[in-house]
């Protein structure tokens, strides 16, 4: 290409070319100013907000409320009581069975020490009423502990467990429940079992030599004003709470369950077992008045009356468990359904 400079033609090409060309391109560019000079608006781009969707509450139309309903139309109020004086009524003979099983065995002092732990878990006041009982279980001669144990103690206190059978068996529809013997037998299986669990589990958490170690370190330290031997101590109670409840839910129940199934309920469970524990030692003591109505059978009926409040909560715990497992068999129905 050619190009004028005064009297002479310049041949420019190639790269020359494009230089000179954008010299000239900007020679006619106006300077830049800043907006705010300008007066003109800064382009912006456009910012993504995420839009806050409200909370997906379906699950308690499908879950919860399904629970709270089946829980209701089984008269598990009514099957709390008859759970609650079970339980009384079976809690003393299995604690002469574990004494005398733990005993025969040599972890005499491992029994006692989950005794001591049950009723720490307890409100005080609960388990200052049963503790003179327990005292003098503990106190009574091995050979009249044995015998009592091998004749009544076993049989008496699967009776317990065959009421917690009946709230699994009607909280998972189970329509054609095993024999009566059948289930006796079991639940007399069960209780040797759960009596064993015990006092091995005891014995891992205070016997080993390494946890007596650990317990004597916690002993040396103090957290907001309180023993780490203290915390570790419900922390342990706790814990074999929780196990006992997955075992005796998975197992109990005429039905075929997995740890998958139950785990929610027996999570729940603990949960309002721990916190009712402890409200309800305030409101024994702030608002409790029952030697005023029952007067020398106040403690004994307070006593049961936080074994119903206990009761309902394990049969609240199985119809939750049932209620998820409901949800989760329908889902893909639900989902082939939806658009």
Known sequence: MALSDGYRHVMVT???????????????????????????????????????????????????????????????FVLAGYIAFTAIFAMFPFMIFLLSFAGFMGWGDFAANAIELGLAFMPPEVAAVLEPAVTELRGAPHGTLLTISIAFSVWFSSSGLESLRHALN????????????????????????????????????????????????????????????????????????????????????????????IWPGALVSVTLWTATAALYSVYLRSFGRYSILYGSLGGIIFTLFYFYIAAIIFIFGAQLNAAIMNERRARPARRADSP
């Open 14 to 76: 190639g790269p020359a070319l494009r230089r000179r060309g954008r010299r000239a391109n900007m020679r006619h560019l106006a300077p830049i100013e800043p907006f705010a000079t300008t007066g003109l608006e800064a382009p912006t781009s456009p910012v993504r907000t995420r839009r806050l969707r409200p909370p997906d509450l379906s699950w308690v139309r499908r879950v919860l409320w399904p629970a709270i309903d089946h829980f209701i139309s089984d008269e598990g």
């Open 170 to 261: 009607l909280a998972f529809r189970v329509e054609d429940p095993p024999a009566f013997w059948a289930n006796r037998l079991r639940s007399m299986a069960l209780t040797v079992v759960f009596a064993a669990m015990i006092c091995i589990a005891m014995l891992a958490f205070v016997g080993l030599p390494l946890a007596r170690d650990i317990g004597t370190w916690l002993a040396e330290r103090d957290i907001f004003e309180q023993s780490l031997s203290t915390l570790a101590r419900y922390a342990v109670g706790v814990l074999m709470l929780g196990i006992l409840t997955l075992c005796i839910y998975v197992s109990l129940a005429n039905a075929r369950l997995t740890l998958r199934d």
